[in-house]
């Protein structure tokens, strides 16, 4: 069974105007349950997707890291288990 929704995307290094997005990336924002994003990716990028998606900054900046890289890949990796098993259950 094909899903109809992006269940979650991945961002990162998506900079600058959102208009330069493809029209594949912006319709799987507007679809997205659950984003998870750092500091690189534009606010305007962001409002293109929908209100009630779910949005997770994992952003690591020099000093600053809000999640450490082994965080951030288990959360990649129960957010891909997760919405795969919605997927195909």
């Given at each position: 069974m094909l899903c109809q929704r992006a269940p979650f995307i991945w961002l990162a290094q998506v900079?600058?105007?959102?208009?330069?997005?493809?029209?594949?990336?912006a319709r799987l924002l507007g679809q997205a349950d659950v984003l998870v994003y750092d500091h690189l990716v534009s606010p305007g990028v962001l409002e293109l997707a929908r209100r009630e998606a779910h949005r997770i900054y994992a952003g690591k900046q020099h000093g600053n890291h809000t999640f450490s890289?082994?965080?951030?890949?288990?959360?990649?990796?129960?957010?891909?288990?997760?919405?795969?098993?919605?997927?195909?259950?």
């Open positions: 900079r600058g105007d959102p208009d330069l997005l493809t029209l594949r990336a890289q082994t965080d951030i890949n288990n959360l990649l990796v129960r957010l891909a288990k997760k919405y795969q098993a919605r997927r195909q259950g």
